[in-house]
């Protein structure tokens, strides 16, 4: 049969075969240029409210659910047991190290996935060739 991509399954989930996917996500850097002693300042809330997690099926193409991102940068939410694959929404140029990643859901359980997310790479990259990839 086609998927449909009904809820109908999810109502059946009893509160046994679940379990909560959470995690920190921290973005950075903010500022292009980090000065050793002076702190980066904390993201504001609209910066975690423009990016999501993204839980896929276990072949990391199927959407299954978008988990929001409080204004602390903290996120949870609850799965049905098994094995997906968390993902960002890819706001503008982020890249989040480590990511793709599949996790496993159990029942009653918290499994935990911290999320770094890098709003700098490719600027720091182009930069450098712009540079002449002088790297201190």
């Known amino acids: 049969g ?5 809820s109908e399954g999810q109502d059946r989930i009893g509160r046994a075969e679940a379990g909560m996917l959470e995690g920190h996500v921290t973005i950075g850097p903010l500022v292009p240029v980090v000065i050793e002693g002076v702190p980066e300042p904390t993201p504001a809330p609209e910066v975690y409210a423009a990016r999501e997690i993204v839980i896929f099926s276990s072949d990391g193409k199927t959407e299954v ?3 929001k991102i409080d ?3 903290n996120y949870r939410i609850e799965l049905a047991v098994g094995t997906y694959v968390v993902d960002i929404n890819h706001a503008g140029i ?5 990511l793709p990643h ?3 859901i159990l029942a009653g359980q918290a499994t935990r996935l911290d999320v770094d997310i890098d ?3 490719l600027q720091r990259l ?3 060739i712009h540079r002449g990839l002088r790297v201190r």
């Not at 086609?2 to 009904?6: A, D, F, I, N």
């Open 119 to 121: 709003t700098k790479t």
């Open 65 to 67: 659910a978008w988990a």
């Open 94 to 98: 982020d890249f989040a190290k480590g």
């Open 126 to 128: 182009f930069g450098l």
């Open 102 to 104: 599949e996790v496993v």
């Open 71 to 73: 204004a602390e940068g």
């Open 2 to 6: 086609v998927e449909t991509g009904s």
